[in-house]
């Protein structure tokens, strides 16, 4: 494999040059902010041990900060992107910065979202700098729809990042904790400071880190089943589980039996509870506890 050239990466300059060449305005909408600072991308590659054999998914590449460090160590890298004016021009920068791995790229013009299979090899590895309206959703989609991707890492805003990553018992923990727990182990990786994205955020960045768990909870509920009660226990998350799961069960003396018969306490709240403590429950209903 060949080396890229030193000066693959972009820099500030290079960033405003090429917003500037494309009419681009970073939009709020779309939570757009570019990071501009060549040592934060190489870290957040070396955060998420990209490998020299892995094929990365990258979800919102922007101008191609992340990308062209991605290209610098995988075997391939594909990137989405929803952007008309982005997605069209990123091609032309990976030819032009890093011609020796322009045939190791992809880019598929779609909104992550809707996304459901990907050009070339199965993605290993997916490393994303993601909106902080729709990171999410967007991680737990990818997830679930490439169950190949065995390492994840994203930058998000550093208040989702602390949700994501939350412990049973912590105030943040709640829905995308207990979710992202179901497909990976998760933890924080690291946080990010505002002044290596152009435009400069108003709040901070965090790294998380999910390694796919190496064998999927076993269950007889299906997975549907289980998110179900995890967004009733947390859709009034200051209830005892025997009230917030009253319309999940059919009623608060169902949703007590089928907690006492996953050995859950009908008084504990939502907020107390690991993600097998939640399948238990669910799996009461299967049973028609």
Do not use: C
Not at 115 to 141: K, R, S
């Amino acid at each position: 494999m060949s080396s890229p050239t030193p000066d693959a990466l972009l820099g500030p300059a290079d960033i405003r040059e090429l917003a500037a060449a494309l009419g681009v305005r970073p939009t709020k909408q779309r939570g757009q902010n570019f990071v501009i600072d060549a040592n934060t991308v190489r870290r957040i590659v070396r955060t998420a041990d990209v490998r020299p054999d892995d094929v990365v998914v990258e979800v919102g590449p922007g101008l191609g900060s992340l990308t062209l460090a991605l290209l610098e160590v995988a075997d391939r890298v594909t990137a989405v992107e929803i952007d008309d004016v982005l997605a069209g021009a990123l091609p032309a920068t990976v030819a032009a910065r890093m011609p020796e791995r322009a045939d190791r790229f992809a880019l598929v013009h779609s909104d992550a979202m809707h996304v459901t299979e990907l050009p070339g090899p199965a993605p290993t590895a997916l490393v994303a700098n993601l909106p902080y309206n729709v990171a999410v959703p967007v991680l737990l989609h990818m997830l679930d729809t490439f169950p190949s991707i065995e390492r994840t890492l994203v930058m998000v805003q550093s208040e989702v990042a602390d949700r994501l990553a939350a412990a049973p018992g912590n105030k943040v923990y709640g829905v995308p904790s207990v979710k992202a727990n179901w497909y990976a182990e998760v933890k924080r990786a690291g946080a990010i400071g505002r002044n290596v994205f152009w435009p400069a955020p108003n709040v901070d960045s965090g790294l998380v880190s999910l390694v796919r768990r190496a064998e999927p909870i076993r269950t007889t509920a299906s997975k549907k089943e289980v998110f179900a009660v995890v967004d009733a226990a947390f859709a009034q998350r200051r209830k005892t589980l025997r009230a917030a799961l009253a319309g999940w069960a059919g009623s608060a003396p169902a949703a007590e039996a089928a907690l006492v018969a996953a050995g859950v306490s009908p008084q504990a709240r939502g907020e107390s509870l690991t993600v097998e403590e939640f399948v238990r429950i669910a799996e009461q209903k299967e049973a028609g506890a």
